[in-house]
């Protein structure tokens, strides 16, 4: 697997490139290559979910102020969980890298989930140990945290009951939500929704669904609140 490729991908450099080749590399490659002395990743798998987690709960307290405990510990989990993990590495080809024996090869574990998972939570493992916490943050922010701003994990989230709870500090406050434009032909419309605070606009949101778009509508407000 030529390495340097992925690195040039991601513009990212290691100062140990073995031990990129180790996040890499999956147990049954080791089993078919013990001549080698070589780790897996399985070591790298365990840093790497903590360093993830870390990062990922740094970045929701951060531009989250609104959101309660409860809340921002449900929105981690729908970043962390597998499902969310694969679409990452899906997402930067790293399946494309892994170094496989040749049985999980044959039968199709290049495009295993858990093994994809695996691998991308090994690689932040390696990232840390090489270079540190902030280039994981800095890889983190290209890669992950955009997702995370434009809404991909919203469904995870009732920011409509956020809103609420943080409008209830102030006495005899109102929300309204109004669509105020359907777009698109009947099988992919789209809804435009406002929701307004004591007849105010606070927030416009837009969706395939009147729900998703008054969630969307939400969470412009409430970060309209953070700012």
Do not use: W
């Not at 709960?57 to 969980?81: D, F, W």
């Not at 995370?148 to 929300?175: C, P, R, W």
Request: with cysteine.
């Amino acid at each position: 697997m030529n390495l340097n490729k992925l690195q040039e991908q991601l513009g990212i450099k290691f100062n140990d490139v073995k031990l990129l080749k180790t996040a890499f590399t999956h147990s049954s490659y080791v089993n078919e290559h013990q001549d080698n002395h070589l780790s897996d990743n399985e070591r790298l798998e365990f840093l790497g979910d903590a360093v993830l987690e870390l990062g990922v709960s740094q970045y929701l307290y951060r531009n989250n102020g609104h959101m309660p405990e409860g809340e921002l510990t449900k929105l981690r989990a729908a970043i962390v969980c597998e499902a969310s993990l694969v679409n990452f590495a899906r997402d930067l080809q790293f399946g494309d890298y892994i170094f496989l024996g040749h049985g999980e090869e044959r039968t199709g574990g290049r495009n295993r989930p858990a093994l994809l998972a695996d691998v991308f939570e090994s690689f932040l493992g390696a990232l840390y140990l090489d270079q540190g916490y902030d280039p994981v943050i800095a890889f983190l922010d290209q890669y992950i945290f955009p997702k995370i701003g434009s809404g991909v994990f919203s469904h995870a989230m009732d920011y409509k009951s956020q809103l609420q709870e943080l409008t209830q500090q102030y006495k005899n406050q109102t929300i309204d939500y109004h669509i105020v434009e359907e777009r698109g032909p009947s099988h992919d419309k789209e809804f435009v929704s406002q929701v307004c605070i004591q007849g105010d606009v606070a927030g416009v949101g837009v969706g395939r669904t009147k729900k998703e778009a008054e969630q969307r509508a939400a969470k412009r407000a409430l970060d309209t609140f953070n700012d």
